[in-house]
């Protein structure tokens, strides 16, 4: 059965700080750490094992936003929130399309790498990457 309920990203976006940036990609993970709680109290007498348990701990989201470079947009401070880190961390949304937003929180930008290729009709590209830092929601 095809997807009736699918987004296609056409409008996906990020917000940074308020201000909506325009990108060509983004991806990111949501990663749990999980704690072993195996003990005594796991073993089964019947089969001699003691089989492994854990609980659930910290969270956070990391990925990348890709986009042009651009002068006339936030893309032209890119540089700045890697260079002023004592700024951060800035308030981060991540959007599926222009009403379905996935992530909402702070983050920290580790770094950023630009792509500029000549010859060719092109635009220098950016990479820019990312880590939560405090709480956050996913929807």
Do not use: H
Not at 51 to 60: F, K, M, V, W
């Amino acid at each position: 059965m095809a997807a009736t309920q699918g987004k296609t990203g056409k409008a996906g976006n990020l917000t940074i700080g308020g201000v909506v940036v325009p990108i060509t990609n983004w991806k990111a993970k949501f990663d749990v750490a999980f704690a072993d709680s195996t003990d005594s109290g796991n073993y089964q007498s019947g089969t001699a094992t003691l089989p492994r348990s854990q609980l659930s701990g910290d969270e956070a989201v990391e990925g990348s936003i890709e986009g042009y470079y651009d002068t006339a947009t936030t893309s032209a401070n890119i540089t700045s929130l890697i260079k002023a880190p004592a700024s951060g961390p800035y308030a981060v949304v991540l959007k599926f399309d222009a009403s379905t937003t996935w992530f909402n929180g702070n983050c920290d930008f580790t770094d950023v790498e630009f792509t500029v290729q000549v010859p060719g009709a092109t635009m220098v590209g950016y990479t820019l990457n990312f880590k939560s830092n405090g709480v956050f929601t996913l929807t």
